[in-house]
């Protein structure tokens, strides 16, 4: 039994080192902006809905705070996603050995971001397929307690996998019991930090602002249609639920259906291939799938001209691209230049550049298509109250001026009552700059 445990520790230490090298040569740090920033607010006492908006639950960002109340680093904060990670893939490599552990391993590794709610959920909903495919006694309760975290992480694929859930078994009461205590525990949080209606609102009734985001590459046709449709087949000839809970999973890429965004469905699709006994063509065919997208990955941190950051607080001794850490060099120039103004910026990197002042996000820091709940007026009126008898600043970064019909996900409303209600004043390579004096 010991040799049993002991093997586990070096197994886990070897796969936490791989994934921690990984994260240094290749991760380019992107949208964990917004999922480290929203634990970083919460480890510096801020309550989510109330003092900064996100539209996705919240267990995941209070889980990940509680390393940040140590110290508010991005070490730590990844660190602890490796720690997950590192568990659920040597449960991997002790089921079905280094070949299987290996490809999974790899086509996880492929994502864009690796340290957000989305890969998060992704983290679950393989702990949910083990389950399934264990025999374990108490695997159904806890599938559904899992089912419930994730619908208190997004609440969209928790949505869908509570279906599932419920409609896949006997004992539905005991089935609504287990997926819904997390549910419960979330609004008893919500009441206790009087942010119900915030959270109502941002993520719930301005579900219909969000879907202004819909977007859609050729690259995902190409890589879904081929991964849905061999679902679907086996699914007809085997009836496996695990195919139903990946479908389901799949909500995860709506309506941001982009390169990005479809690199956290494959390793659920990849799971179900090695978890099946079929035949070697198919290994073979996803392995050189693996390794070609995996060179587009290399080539994605040349392209980004990834930097190793040593005087970025919190993201000192990280990687992140060359262009995110000038901007925050050029942004931290500017509110030295102007100290005696409020300083508004917009655009999709506002997080990563106040981050690295460790500068205090609110509102007004993530004003992306649909990130303000039903009411986004709201919002810039409040700011135009604000600057009526103050000197203010307004930042627009170059992503708020696409070019040629491109997509942006910063909001352009802001941008437009910007240009139409202050005065340009100049611009550096990274902001257009406006003022009310």
């Given at each position: 039994?010991?040799?049993?445990?002991?093997?586990?520790i070096?197994?886990?230490?070897i796969?936490?080192?791989?994934?921690?090298?990984?994260?240094?040569?290749?991760?380019?740090?992107?949208?964990?902006?917004?999922?480290?920033?929203?634990?970083?607010?919460?480890?510096?006492?801020?309550?989510?809905?109330?003092?900064?908006?996100?539209?996705?639950?919240?267990?995941?960002?209070?889980?990940?705070?509680?390393?940040?109340?140590?110290k508010?680093?991005?070490l730590?904060f990844?660190?602890?996603?490796?720690?997950?990670?590192?568990?659920?893939?040597?449960?991997?490599?002790?089921?079905?050995?280094?070949?299987?552990?290996?490809?999974?391993?790899?086509?996880?590794?492929?994502?864009?971001?690796?340290?957000?709610?989305?890969?998060?959920?992704?983290?679950?909903?393989?702990?949910?397929?083990?389950?399934?495919?264990?025999?374990y006694?108490?695997?159904?309760?806890?599938?559904?307690?899992?089912?419930?975290?994730?619908?208190?992480?997004?609440?969209?694929?928790?949505g869908?996998?509570?279906?599932?859930?419920?409609?896949?078994?006997?004992?539905?009461?005991?089935?609504?019991?287990?997926?819904?205590?997390?549910?419960?525990?979330?609004?008893?949080?919500?009441?206790?930090?009087?942010?119900?209606?915030?959270?109502?609102?941002?993520?719930?009734?301005?579900?219909?602002?969000?879907?202004?985001?819909?977007?859609?590459?050729?690259?995902?046709i190409?890589?879904?249609?081929?991964?849905?449709?061999?679902?679907?087949?086996?699914?007809?000839?085997?009836?496996?639920?695990?195919?139903?809970?990946?479908?389901?999973?799949?909500?995860?890429?709506?309506?941001?259906?982009?390169?990005?965004?479809?690199?956290?469905?494959?390793?659920?699709?990849?799971?179900?291939?090695?978890?099946?006994?079929?035949?070697?063509y198919?290994?073979?065919?996803?392995?050189?799938?693996i390794?070609?997208?995996?060179?587009?990955?290399?080539?994605?941190?040349?392209?980004?001209?990834?930097?190793?950051v040593?005087?970025?607080?919190?993201?000192?001794?990280?990687?992140?691209?060359?262009?995110?850490?000038?901007?925050?060099?050029?942004?931290?120039?500017?509110y030295?230049?102007?100290?005696?103004?409020?300083?508004?910026?917009?655009g999709?990197?506002?997080?990563?550049?106040?981050?690295?002042?460790?500068?205090?996000?609110?509102?007004?820091?993530?004003?992306?298509?649909?990130?303000?709940?039903?009411?986004?007026?709201?919002?810039?009126?409040?700011?135009?109250?604000?600057?009526?008898?103050?000197?203010?600043?307004?930042?627009?970064?170059?992503?708020?001026?696409?070019?040629?019909?491109?997509?942006?996900?910063?909001?352009?409303?802001?941008?437009?009552?910007?240009?139409?209600?202050?005065?340009?004043?100049?611009?550096?390579?990274?902001?257009?700059?406006?003022?009310?004096?």
């Amino acid at each position: 039994m010991k040799n049993k445990y002991l093997k586990f520790i070096i197994e886990f230490l070897i796969i936490f080192i791989i994934l921690l090298l990984f994260s240094y040569i290749f991760t380019i740090i992107k949208d964990e902006f917004y999922a480290f920033g929203f634990s970083y607010n919460i480890a510096n006492h801020k309550f989510p809905y109330k003092d900064f908006n996100m539209v996705v639950g919240p267990f995941y960002n209070l889980l990940m705070a509680i390393p940040l109340f140590i110290k508010n680093k991005y070490l730590l904060f990844m660190l602890t996603h490796i720690f997950f990670y590192s568990t659920i893939f040597t449960i991997v490599y002790e089921k079905y050995g280094i070949k299987k552990f290996s490809i999974l391993l790899i086509s996880f590794l492929i994502g864009e971001t690796l340290y957000t709610y989305n890969n998060f959920c992704t983290f679950l909903i393989l702990m949910i397929l083990l389950l399934i495919d264990s025999k374990y006694k108490y695997r159904i309760p806890i599938i559904g307690i899992l089912i419930g975290l994730i619908l208190v992480t997004k609440h969209n694929i928790g949505g869908v996998l509570a279906i599932i859930y419920f409609f896949s078994g006997k004992d539905k009461l005991k089935r609504i019991i287990c997926c819904s205590t997390p549910f419960f525990l979330l609004a008893l949080y919500l009441l206790i930090t009087n942010s119900l209606f915030e959270y109502l609102d941002l993520c719930i009734f301005g579900a219909g602002n969000f879907l202004n985001n819909f977007m859609i590459e050729p690259i995902v046709i190409l890589i879904m249609i081929p991964m849905i449709g061999y679902l679907i087949y086996k699914y007809y000839k085997t009836k496996d639920i695990k195919i139903l809970y990946i479908l389901g999973s799949y909500i995860l890429i709506f309506p941001i259906l982009d390169y990005n965004h479809i690199l956290w469905c494959v390793p659920l699709f990849v799971y179900y291939l090695i978890s099946e006994k079929n035949n070697r063509y198919i290994k073979i065919c996803l392995t050189v799938f693996i390794v070609i997208i995996l060179l587009l990955k290399v080539g994605e941190a040349v392209y980004y001209k990834t930097i190793f950051v040593t005087d970025s607080n919190p993201f000192k001794y990280m990687t992140m691209s060359k262009e995110i850490y000038d901007k925050g060099m050029d942004t931290k120039k500017l509110y030295n230049e102007y100290k005696d103004y409020d300083i508004y910026i917009f655009g999709i990197y506002t997080y990563a550049s106040k981050l690295q002042m460790n500068s205090t996000l609110d509102f007004y820091d993530l004003i992306n298509k649909g990130n303000l709940g039903k009411n986004e007026d709201k919002y810039i009126n409040d700011i135009i109250n604000k600057c009526t008898n103050k000197k203010c600043l307004f930042l627009l970064d170059i992503t708020m001026y696409p070019k040629d019909n491109e997509y942006t996900s910063s909001n352009l409303l802001f941008k437009n009552v910007v240009e139409d209600n202050y005065n340009y004043i100049g611009q550096t390579p990274y902001y257009v700059i406006f003022s009310n004096q």
